[in-house]
């Protein structure tokens, strides 16, 4: 009886232990992730989410400018596989407010960031991140996604919004994409997969 007592509370003081660790794990990550979202202009990121609690697997990315050696861009992604009926909510609420979306293949997309391509004719095409900064959390494969996402753009705008003007180089945008930011979400309906972007360039 006394080895089973004993046996009982290791058992006990290790499960309190994996959940202290993983309490504190996740303050850091919340913690990061606060601190990301105060690195930029909160008309640029509020349609990141504030509870995470319906969100897993979650994987965040932040970049500098200058900090990637293709595309010298700035931004923000947070990558998570959501609950159904947060998913359904999100795209339920993005139609209802009239957000443009578009497929991965849409020939109308500038990928911001992909040196290999020319956009310069594509005079109304619509900025999105490549993401390819995160292919290799995500899945990806040579800077495009799956096919079945849905890049819904919830702004995008033209103007300089990084400190140095010459921020892209080797890139053949539109002149009138020269500078700029997008921001958005992508959606994949089979995983309840999610993508909150931010792009500035």
Known sequence: MKYLILIFAGIITVSSCLTQRQESQEKKWLDEYNKALMTFAPDQINHFPNNLTQLSNRELHI?????????????????????????????????????????????????????????????????????????????????????????YIIESKQGEFLNETNSVKGLELPDNWSHGYSRGIVADSLEYRLIYWLVIW
């Not at 959501?82 to 500038?110: G, W």
């Not at 990928?111 to 292919?135: A, E, R």
Request: glycine share 6%; hydrophobic share 35%.
């Open 63 to 151: 970049f500098y400018q200058g900090s990637t050696e293709y595309n010298h861009k700035a931004g923000l992604m947070l990558s998570a596989i959501s609950d159904t009926m947060f998913y359904k909510s999100l795209i339920d609420a993005l139609v209802l407010r009239n957000i443009s979306n578009y497929s991965i293949s849409s020939d109308s997309l500038i990928f911001i960031g992909d040196t290999l391509n020319d956009y310069s004719n594509i005079v109304n095409g619509k900025p999105v991140p490549t993401f390819i900064d995160i292919k290799d959390q995500f899945g990806l494969s040579n800077a495009r996604l799956n096919n079945r996402e849905r890049i």
